[in-house]
C-alpha cells in the first residue's frame, strides 16, 4: 500500500536560513506528489505539485521541491526561511488503488521561523 | 474565483445534538472530500463523492455519521447524536478530474466543532 513519511513533526530555522522538510513515499505506480501548507485556523493550500515531466518543481511563495526516484524522495526546500513560512506543511501522494484524486497525506511538518 | 466554501466557520454544541456541516465546492469539480483533523489523529478522510455519487465512506467513524451531495453544488456532513470526542475540524476539499489524479484538491477554511 502507498504511504508518505514526513520525516520531523517539528523543524526550527532562522529566518533566512535554508528549510528543508523531508518526504519519502512508497507507490506500485508512478507517484503524483503534492506539498501543501497550512496557516493557524485556515484550510490546505497547494504549494507544489509533480505529476509528469521536469523533476524540479517550483511552487509557490519561493518554495521547491524535487522528485528522486531511486530515493522515493520529494523533499521541500526554501533558500531564505521568512518569518511568514511559519505553518505546518503536509506532503501527499495519489492513491495508487485505483481511486483517483484521493490523496494520502503525511502527518505534518510544523516549521518554526526564529528571528 | 470563489473557492471551497464551508459553514458555519464555528460550531459549538451540547453532547447529544445533531450538527450539519455545509460544503460548497468549486464550480466544475466533481470531486469532493469530507476530511476531519485532530491533533491525535492527524487529517483523516472520512468520504468522498465523485459526480455527487458516495465512493468510498470507509473513513467514517461510526453510523452517527452520515454525508449526502444532493446536487453538484452542495454537500453536507451530519452527526446525530454528537459526542464530545466528534471535536475536530472538519474540512472539505473539491478537485477536478484530471487525468489519473493529476488535479490538486482545493481545501476550504473548515468547520472547528466543539461538542460540549
Known amino acids: 500500500a502507498q504511504s508518505v513519511t514526513q520525516l520531523g513533526s517539528h523543524v526550527s530555522v532562522s529566518e533566512g536560513a535554508l528549510v528543508l522538510l523531508r518526504c519519502n513515499y512508497s507507490?506500485?505506480?508512478?507517484?503524483?506528489l503534492f506539498w501543501y501548507v497550512q496557516y493557524p485556523n485556515q484550510g490546505l493550500q497547494l504549494l507544489l505539485k509533480y505529476t509528469t515531466g521536469a523533476t524540479l518543481v517550483k511552487g509557490i511563495n519561493g518554495f521547491e521541491a524535487e522528485f528522486k526516484k531511486s530515493e522515493t524522495s520529494f523533499h521541500l526546500t526554501k533558500p531564505s526561511a521568512h518569518m511568514s513560512d511559519a505553518a505546518e506543511y503536509f506532503c501527499?501522494?495519489?492513491?495508487?488503488?485505483?481511486?483517483?484524486?484521493?490523496?494520502?497525506f503525511g502527518t505534518g511538518t510544523l516549521l518554526a521561523v526564529q528571528p | 474565483d470563489a473557492g471551497v466554501i464551508q459553514s458555519p466557520r464555528h460550531e459549538v454544541t451540547e453532547m447529544g445534538q445533531e450538527v450539519t456541516l455545509r460544503c460548497k465546492p468549486i464550480s466544475g469539480h466533481d470531486y469532493l472530500f469530507w476530511y476531519r483533523q485532530t491533533m491525535m489523529r492527524g487529517l483523516e478522510l472520512l468520504i468522498y463523492?465523485?459526480?455527487?455519487?458516495?465512493?468510498?465512506d470507509s473513513g467514517m467513524p461510526e453510523d452517527r455519521f452520515s454525508a449526502k451531495m444532493p446536487n453538484a453544488s452542495f454537500s453536507t456532513l451530519k452527526i446525530q447524536p454528537s459526542e464530545p470526542r466528534d471535536s475536530a475540524v472538519y474540512f472539505c476539499?473539491?478537485?477536478?478530474?484530471?487525468?489519473?489524479?493529476?488535479?490538486?484538491?482545493?481545501f476550504g477554511d473548515g468547520t472547528r466543532l466543539s461538542i460540549l
Open positions: 476539499a473539491s478537485s477536478l478530474s484530471g487525468r489519473g489524479g493529476n488535479q490538486p484538491q482545493h
Open positions: 507507490s506500485s505506480v508512478p507517484p503524483y
Open positions: 501527499a501522494v495519489r492513491d495508487d488503488g485505483g481511486a483517483t484524486n484521493k490523496l494520502i
Open positions: 463523492f465523485n459526480n455527487n455519487v458516495p465512493i468510498d
